[in-house]
């Protein structure tokens, strides 16, 4: 087993994601002021605050430990001790110097390269949405579950009873705030699971109520996460168009046939296709695709596949994800992070970012995750200004999120600059009850005076 002992500090926290990043996942022995990890090697590490670093505690003790370790076991990682979600955050506090990254972080050249590029894009962008109100509706249903997916909370082909009801109870919780809402919201984002899981009546029913409701103007940004082309028809989107939604996600994650039976997804390449070319005829002008590299079933070049087909559909933005385990997904944390036998997914990941940039699309968000394969990012490129403002104002310190919907999670800037957040109840049937108490809460926790009626 590994020890690592704190010594002039307790960032327990930064320390275990160091030793997560070589060894696995690891437990904090406050009472001994150590790390531990029992998959690693036996020995017994100091990890001790220095008063010459220039660099903050914190990520001082990070930068010496991983050194340790990459001496240690000869590894080393893209984002070298880098292993927050936001590493634009470190590239702006930096003055966009990639140099900077490289030389204190041990960040990889090229990855200092972009997170100094992305981040430059990102925090104009967030200076859009600061201090503005941005809403989210959240829809927690999908036709079924992804074998790499955790985050939907209900299987909606065992509750398709269930949405009606969803739907209703998610208009009621909008009914409740509408009186409070005294301005148009920056950015409306309606996500889930899959929000198109609905049927065309309940789609149309819930659009609807949010234009009602939530007051977006003409200058809102309207996003729907159309996600699964299955769940897609004309109808519905006819809805989102006519409530006037002006951008949406359509995510095959892959362009293999093969690889979407393997991975649960009930659809085929040819339907992904159809739904993108459906929404175009509809009308929308902005569209957003997914893709994952480093799927279990894949190679690097049956990601470099993918990525070509997208190209050729060319969406205004493409999000490029790495492969992460998630918690309660169905692949295993072996599954994810031994990527042996499927190529070599880093040089992938970087030639379609070359790839999407020849093309013209830029880098204009990213964020990282824990036990993400090869300890690589993700990454969100869009041509011209058609970046979406609310995956920005979401990450950023200095936008406000009110979230409806079962599990939604609201977020208040305050002038200080702190923030908190305020928690829907995540069970389904418990927010079908408590709907109009959950707008409540949040009335109360954004100190939401009545404004006048429209």
């Keep these: 087993m590994l020890k690592v002992i704190l ?11 160091v030793v997560r990043l070589f060894y696995g996942p690891c437990t904090e022995d406050k009472e001994n002021h150590a790390v531990l990890c029992a998959s690693a090697p036996d020995m017994t590490l100091i990890s001790a605050a220095s008063d010459s670093s220039s660099l903050p505690v914190n990520r001082q003790v990070k930068v010496d430990l991983y050194k340790k370790l990459s001496e240690l076991t000869g590894l080393a ?25 490289v030389e204190k972080y041990l960040v990889r050249e090229d990855k200092a390269e972009l997170a100094c590029r992305t981040a430059s ?6 200076a ?39 739907a209703s109870a998610l208009i009621s919780e909008m009914e409740t705030l509408s009186p409070y809402i005294s301005e148009a919201p920056g950015t409306v984002y309606m996500g889930g699971g899959t929000p198109t899981v609905f049927c065309e009546q309940d789609m149309e029913r819930v659009v609807n109520a949010i234009r009602t409701n939530l007051g977006p103007s003409e200058d809102t940004e309207f996003t729907v996460e159309a996600g699964r082309p299955d769940a897609i028809t004309r109808g519905k989107l006819l809805a989102m168009k006519n ?40 009308g929308f002008g902005v569209i957003n ?23 050729a559909l060319a969406p205004e933005n493409i999000t490029i994800h790495t492969l992460y385990k998630k918690r309660r997904a169905g692949m295993s944390r072996e599954d994810v992070l ?75 800037i305050f002038e200080d600059g702190r923030f908190e957040r305020c928690s829907n109840v995540k069970d389904v049937s418990l927010y079908m009850n408590e709907a109009e108490k959950c707008a409540l809460k949040k009335i109360s926790f954004f100190d939401l005076q009545r404004r006048n009626a429209r």
């Design 128 to 166: 859009l949405t600061s201090r503005k109100l941005n809403m989210y509706v959240g829809v927690p249903f999908c036709p079924g579950r992804c074998e790499y997916c955790s985050f939907i909370a209900q299987d909606a082909t065992k509750h398709l009873d269930r949405l009606h009801d969803y």
């Design 289 to 311: 695709m997914d893709i994952i590299a480093g799927l279990k079933y894949e190679t690097a070049d049956d990601f470099i596949k993918s990525v070509e087909a997208v190209r």
């Design 121 to 126: 894009r990102e925090f104009g962008i967030a």
């Design 77 to 101: 990682f893209p984002w070298g001790s880098l292993t927050g979600i936001r590493p634009t955050v470190v590239a702006k506090e930096e003055g966009y110097s990639p140099s900077a990254l």
């Design 338 to 412: 031994d990527a042996s036998g499927r190529g070599d997914i880093d040089a992938a990941v970087r030639t379609a970012y070359e790839m999407l940039q020849s093309d013209g699309y830029e880098p204009y968000y990213m964020y990282r995750q824990k036990d993400t394969e090869l300890g690589l990012e993700n990454v969100g490129f869009c041509k011209g200004d058609t970046y979406n403002r609310y995956n920005v104002a979401m990450m950023s310190y200095d936008s406000n999120v009110l979230s409806v919907g079962a599990g939604a999670v609201s977020k208040r």
């Design 7 to 17: 010594e002039g500090h307790d960032n327990y926290y930064g320390i275990g994601d």
């Design 243 to 282: 409530a006037g939604v002006n951008r949406i996600c359509i995510n095959p994650q892959t362009m293999s046939d093969e690889t979407l039976k393997r991975i649960n997804r009930r659809h085929t390449v040819k339907d992904v296709v159809d739904a993108y070319d459906t929404a175009r005829e509809v």
